[in-house]
């Protein structure tokens, strides 16, 4: 004990919180990849899939989907102790697309998952993002039954910028899912060092 001073305990560190989007296209993992990291008991907005939607829902190679997002997912995660990510997953067909400006609001950067089998599924996400300037990364979500690509080849069938980001990953593992969101961090913070030094000089 330091004369003087009585000890007391550290305050706690208020954390940050930073939001991410987890996107992509129909059937990708998004919801589970979500659940996979959350802390809390995850917040789904699933609802089955019915015949009424069969005309405006493609579910090519997803046939044995029966559930889809219709709002969004929200789980949380503590990376440090000072700093906790909200999850946010959009909803990955078409018809609500009128969602994913409103959960974008205030959006650190985002995750676009990615299945190989059906590469074009996550087009509309990766130009979403682009043309906002939202820095984001793209998960391949590795599927049992699919073929697996170095990181390289999935970013020029995707004709990604030099500096995204493209990891591996399996958005049923916790560990797994955690390094894509780490990821996304550190991009996004890069990303926001480099736009002040642009707007400085």
């Given at each position: 004990m330091i004369l003087g001073r009585t000890e007391r305990g550290t305050p706690p560190v208020e954390p940050v919180t930073l939001k991410i989007l987890v996107a992509g296209g129909f059937g990708v993992g998004k919801t589970t990849c979500v659940g996979a990291v959350s802390e809390i008991k995850p917040l789904r907005t699933e609802e089955v899939l019915t015949e009424a939607g069969r005309p405006v829902d493609d579910t090519s190679g997803v046939e044995n989907k029966t559930t889809t997002t219709v709002a969004m997912d929200f789980g949380r995660i503590t990376l440090r102790e000072d700093l906790v990510l909200y999850l946010f997953g959009t909803p990955g067909q078409d018809r609500f697309w009128f969602l994913w400006d409103e959960l974008a609001s205030g959006a650190l950067g985002a995750v676009v998952l990615v299945d190989t089998r059906r590469l074009e599924d996550c087009f509309a996400a990766v130009d979403y993002f682009e043309r906002r300037s939202i820095p984001f990364v793209i998960g391949v979500n590795c599927f049992d039954d699919a073929a697996r690509y170095p990181a390289e080849t999935v970013r020029q069938a995707l004709d990604l910028?030099?500096?995204?980001?493209?990891v591996l990953c399996d958005a049923r593992q916790r560990d797994s899912v955690k390094d894509v969101l780490v990821a996304v961090v550190r991009h996004?913070?890069?990303?926001?060092?480099?736009?002040?030094?642009?707007v400085t000089t």
């Open positions: 910028d030099p500096d995204v980001p493209v996004a913070m890069a990303h926001a060092s480099g736009h002040r030094q642009t």
